[in-house]
């Protein structure tokens, strides 16, 4: 499996406590691989560590369509095992089943104007993306605010996450301030976003990062055919027409894969610089990256296939985790109900 011991992102990180989440609205992928997954997996080692499977949160754009939330439940739990998320060192716990978090959610919502999440720049973005128009679901509009609550519930100081989070942990911040103000003391912790080398993994189309809710990935149980056909059908540069024409690294979805997954960044640097100059093919490129990305899955493929023949202790792990995630955050619940006088 892909080597993190010497990821510089995750190195000398100690004593911190994190909180990660992922919605459960389809399998996971190479996106979340690179963003935050091996992160996870190696700060699970010496820090506390929390991952919510965020099925409220995915219920905010899927809320006709909840037997899509409720199907990739203890699929993206599997996914965490896969790739070796060990339950006995992470926490897994489900949103929906913890009542704290909806509570503080509903707190927090006084703290935040309605303008100043219509302006934050990941829900504009998504709010474009999903087509919502004039008529975006409130629920939606909120997620970062339930999303805020997630974050100080677990007094989380550390967030290993895609670009993407960035304005929501921002917010997060600001309204672990505004209760802090409230109550005059600490109740709540500033949490900071920690980036890993591939923040921004872009899908195989070129449109956009990968993600779920796009069909532009490549799933951790994709077969290798599948993986092929994805590698073979990548965006690269649609001006590089001929093998010897100079073509373009920047935008280039191939490039964006090698550079998060290839061991050898010496010889990609190489290999950009030939590309830019004319004279390499996308061919010869794809063939590169094909079993860079087979070697990558097969091993996550396999062990998924291994542990899903028992669903039952997949759930029993969230449902255990769960347990434990409540015990966690009742008393920061119980400091901001004080903050609001309740
Ligand atoms: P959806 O399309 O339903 O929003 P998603 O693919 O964006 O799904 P999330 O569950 O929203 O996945 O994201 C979970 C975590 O994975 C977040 O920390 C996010 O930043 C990270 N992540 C998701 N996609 C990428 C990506 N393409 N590159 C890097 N990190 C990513
Ligand atoms: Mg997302």
Redesign the pocket.
Known sequence: MFDTTNDPATNGLTGRTIL?G??P??QL?L??L???LLARRALQEENRQTILVADLQALTDNAGNPAKVSGNLLEVVLDYLAVGIDPEKTVIARQSRMPELMEMTLLFLNLVTVSRLQRNPTIKTEVEARGFGESIPAGFLCYPVSQAADITAFGADLVP??D??APLIELSNEIAARVNRLAGSEVLRRAELLRSR????PGIDGHG??????CNAILLSDSSDEIRRKVMAMYTDPDHLKVSDPGKVEGNVVFAMLDAFDPDQEEVENLKDRYRAGGLGDMALKRRLEPILQELIAPIRTQRAFLSRDMGEVAAILDRGTERAREDVAPRLAGVRRAFGL
């Open positions: 990660t992922d919605r609205t389809g992928h996106g979340h690179a963003g935050t996450a895609g993407d989070q591939a923040p921004r993994l990062k990968m993600s779920k809710s796009a």
